[in-house]
């Protein structure tokens, strides 16, 4: 009779995974020792005697490391290799390559689209309606604590599932349709839309130059000429009027710029922000040509 | 600050750890977020409102917190816990709202550099897990394949977060007690502007995520003018955002479809 993981053990070893996916995280396994907690009860459905169970064991607290939570299609089809092992097709050697084979596409996948489109799309959304309700600020983090667990744990699952029932040939031929690259380019519109109306709104950016000279004013109500001090040249709103915050725009591609062609660390960026952020409020308190100073 | 509070703040920051007992999902990706995290350091401490104030700029400027490959240099859950925790404490001495912000990323910072260090700590004694499960899996014991992973791994992360997060939330407690405490307004100004700056910091690595062509920079221009010419709301445009992502897929689904 033809062994098969049941339901209730699938579920098992999904959650294994989906809560405790990163509590041992290392360099040298990486996630090695999350995935064999996670392959462990399906393990011990397919194979009955001892020495099975410790080579089927072995071979998944090896090396492995994704994006955790879309990653999860990875388990799934590892267990539908470990039934079909059992079940006396396939090697043990193409579980361990189909994994390893595996790294790469799932990270990638799951951290331009989860962690780095939807994760921040949700908590903008969540962000806006926190802003915009002044009386009860709490609905945005509430609202995001609610959907973004949930939603998360019914997508992996439903992932989860289909890396098992589909395997990695049924995943290829998903991902060969392009009906995943429509989904994510779709998405990346919304993102890019997002994106920009966030640097809008909220990065700021200012030269904190405005050089004020004191002159006489002539006051048309009283007549006379008074002592008072003007500004010049302010190179802030030179530039909003020229394209408005041209400024923060010019940040944020500069941070784009160096993250990606340069290839510098976001510690040195933050550090580089943080070096600009102290020379231009210095020079906003000089006197005569700070924005700050009197 | 109560010693309660002081407690149940850390077992916070625990939790919004990377690899925490709950699960990153739950975890680090929700309770560890800016926007949830000031969320939850308002109710401990009895005031929402004020920790809003800061939770949103300080979300807005670690949006981006991606950490991939598990490289933590700056770990959000402590920067943020620490950072609320400490605008509200202090917040007697200060006398506006861009001053608080100013604190709280003062705090953030603090909290971010002792937080990545203690990650940097676990993430190299979980390395001796290693030795542990290979003798459960030598052993073939699929009944205790949990222990060194949930076990050996939520020992070494409760003591990587929580005693360093109790241990600064002290000497913030500390702090906060004394009166008198002036802290300069060229220091507020500069370190709440640092703050704003860093949303570009945000923006910029998202956007490496996003653009793929050279054209995918006039759709993140349009996102820009919808704010500042046409002056919408962020709620509006990611309504406009969702719309035309739906006309998108199904044009580019149907184009396919007639090649055929």
């Given at each position: 009779?033809?062994?098969?993981?049941?339901?209730?053990?699938?579920?098992?070893?999904?959650?294994?995974?989906?809560f405790?996916?990163g509590?041992?995280?290392?360099?040298?396994?990486?996630?090695g020792?999350?995935?064999?907690q996670?392959?462990?009860?399906?393990?011990e459905?397919?194979?009955?005697?001892?020495?099975?169970?410790?080579a089927?064991?072995?071979?998944?607290?090896?090396l492995?490391n994704?994006?955790?939570?879309?990653?999860?299609?990875?388990?799934?089809?590892?267990?539908?290799?470990e039934?079909?092992?059992?079940?006396?097709?396939?090697?043990p050697?193409?579980?361990?390559?189909?994994?390893?084979?595996?790294?790469g596409?799932?990270?990638?996948?799951?951290?331009?689209?989860?962690?780095?489109?939807?994760?921040?799309?949700?908590?903008?959304?969540?962000?806006?309606?926190?802003?915009?309700?002044?009386?009860?600020?709490?609905?945005?983090?509430?609202?995001?604590?609610?959907?973004?667990?949930?939603?998360?744990?019914?997508?992996?699952?439903?992932?989860?599932?289909?890396?098992?029932?589909?395997g990695?040939?049924g995943?290829q031929?998903?991902m060969?349709?392009?009906?995943?690259?429509?989904?994510m380019?779709a998405?990346?519109?919304?993102?890019?839309?997002?994106?920009?109306?966030l640097?809008?709104?909220?990065?700021?950016?200012?030269?904190?130059?405005?050089?004020?000279?004191?002159?006489?004013?002539?006051?048309?109500?009283?007549?006379?000429?008074?002592?008072?001090?003007?500004?010049?040249?302010?190179?802030?709103?030179?530039?909003?009027?020229?394209f408005?915050?041209?400024?923060?725009?010019?940040?944020?591609?500069?941070?784009?710029?160096l993250?990606?062609?340069?290839?510098?660390?976001?510690?040195?960026?933050?550090?580089?922000?943080?070096?600009?952020?102290?020379?231009l409020?210095a020079?906003?308190?000089?006197?005569?040509?700070?924005?700050?100073?009197? | 600050?109560?010693?309660?509070?002081?407690i149940?703040i850390?077992?916070?920051?625990?939790?919004?750890?990377?690899?925490?007992?709950?699960?990153?999902?739950i975890?680090?990706?929700?309770?560890?977020?800016p926007?949830?995290?000031?969320f939850?350091?308002?109710?401990?401490?009895g005031?929402?409102?004020?920790?809003?104030?800061?939770?949103?700029?300080?979300?807005?400027?670690?949006?981006a917190?991606?950490?991939?490959?598990?490289?933590v240099?700056?770990d959000?859950?402590?920067a943020t816990?620490?950072?609320?925790?400490?605008?509200?404490?202090?917040?007697?001495?200060v006398?506006?709202?861009?001053?608080?912000?100013?604190?709280?990323?003062?705090?953030?910072?603090i909290?971010?550099?002792?937080?990545?260090?203690?990650?940097?700590?676990?993430?190299?004694?979980?390395?001796?897990?290693?030795?542990?499960?290979?003798?459960?899996?030598?052993?073939g014991d699929?009944k205790?394949?949990?222990?060194?992973?949930?076990?050996?791994?939520?020992?070494?992360?409760?003591?990587?977060r929580?005693i360093?997060?109790?241990?600064?939330?002290?000497?913030i407690r500390?702090?906060?007690?004394?009166?008198?405490?002036n802290?300069?307004?060229w220091?507020?100004?500069?370190?709440?502007?640092f703050g704003?700056?860093?949303?570009?910091?945000?923006?910029?690595?998202?956007?490496?995520f996003?653009?793929?062509?050279?054209?995918?920079?006039?759709?993140?221009?349009?996102?820009?003018?919808?704010?500042?010419?046409?002056?919408?709301?962020?709620?509006?445009?990611?309504?406009?955002?969702?719309?035309?992502a739906i006309?998108?897929?199904?044009?580019?689904?149907?184009?396919?479809?007639?090649?055929?």
């Amino acid at each position: 009779m033809a062994k098969v993981v049941s339901q209730k053990t699938l579920r098992k070893s999904f959650n294994n995974w989906f809560f405790w996916n990163g509590c041992s995280q290392q360099a040298e396994t990486m996630q090695g020792i999350a995935f064999a907690q996670s392959m462990a009860p399906a393990i011990e459905e397919l194979y009955n005697n001892k020495e099975d169970r410790a080579a089927a064991l072995k071979r998944h607290t090896t090396l492995f490391n994704t994006e955790p939570q879309l990653g999860s299609v990875c388990n799934g089809i590892a267990i539908g290799m470990e039934e079909q092992l059992a079940n006396g097709v396939g090697t043990p050697e193409a579980i361990q390559e189909t994994k390893v084979a595996l790294i790469g596409p799932t990270s990638a996948i799951g951290d331009s689209l989860w962690v780095a489109t939807i994760i921040p799309l949700l908590l903008t959304i969540c962000l806006s309606l926190s802003s915009s309700m002044k009386t009860a600020p709490w609905v945005g983090p509430v609202l995001y604590l609610i959907i973004y667990p949930l939603g998360t744990y019914l997508l992996s699952w439903k992932i989860f599932h289909l890396g098992y029932k589909a395997g990695l040939e049924g995943i290829q031929s998903f991902m060969a349709s392009g009906q995943l690259n429509h989904i994510m380019q779709a998405i990346t519109i919304l993102g890019l839309l997002v994106v920009g109306a966030l640097t809008a709104s909220y990065v700021t950016f200012a030269f904190n130059i405005d050089v004020k000279v004191a002159t006489n004013v002539f006051n048309s109500a009283t007549q006379t000429y008074a002592s008072q001090v003007v500004s010049v040249f302010n190179l802030d709103n030179v530039l909003n009027s020229i394209f408005p915050k041209i400024a923060p725009l010019a940040l944020t591609v500069l941070v784009y710029f160096l993250y990606t062609k340069k290839n510098w660390k976001p510690l040195m960026i933050m550090l580089l922000i943080f070096v600009l952020a102290a020379v231009l409020t210095a020079i906003g308190f000089i006197p005569v040509i700070g924005a700050f100073a009197a | 600050m109560t010693i309660t509070q002081v407690i149940l703040i850390a077992l916070f920051i625990y939790l919004g750890a990377i690899g925490s007992i709950v699960g990153n999902t739950i975890g680090w990706y929700a309770l560890g977020r800016p926007l949830v995290a000031s969320f939850v350091v308002g109710i401990i401490m009895g005031d929402v409102r004020t920790a809003m104030i800061v939770g949103i700029p300080l979300q807005i400027a670690y949006l981006a917190n991606v950490t991939p490959g598990g490289a933590v240099a700056w770990d959000l859950s402590y920067a943020t816990y620490i950072g609320t925790a400490m605008a509200l404490a202090m917040k007697g001495t200060v006398s506006n709202d861009a001053a608080l912000v100013g604190l709280a990323f003062t705090g953030a910072g603090i909290g971010g550099v002792v937080g990545g260090t203690m990650w940097n700590v676990h993430y190299a004694l979980d390395v001796f897990l290693n030795r542990w499960a290979e003798r459960v899996a030598a052993r073939g014991d699929t009944k205790r394949m949990w222990m060194p992973n949930v076990i050996g791994g939520q020992l070494i992360g409760f003591a990587c977060r929580f005693i360093p997060a109790v241990v600064v939330l002290l000497a913030i407690r500390a702090a906060g007690k004394t009166t008198g405490i002036n802290v300069p307004a060229w220091f507020l100004t500069g370190i709440s502007s640092f703050g704003s700056m860093m949303a570009a910091l945000g923006m910029g690595i998202i956007l490496s995520f996003l653009i793929k062509e050279r054209y995918d920079w006039a759709v993140f221009l349009v996102g820009f003018m919808l704010i500042i010419y046409f002056k919408l709301s962020m709620m509006a445009v990611a309504v406009i955002g969702v719309v035309v992502a739906i006309l998108y897929y199904a044009i580019i689904q149907n184009t396919k479809e007639e090649a055929f």
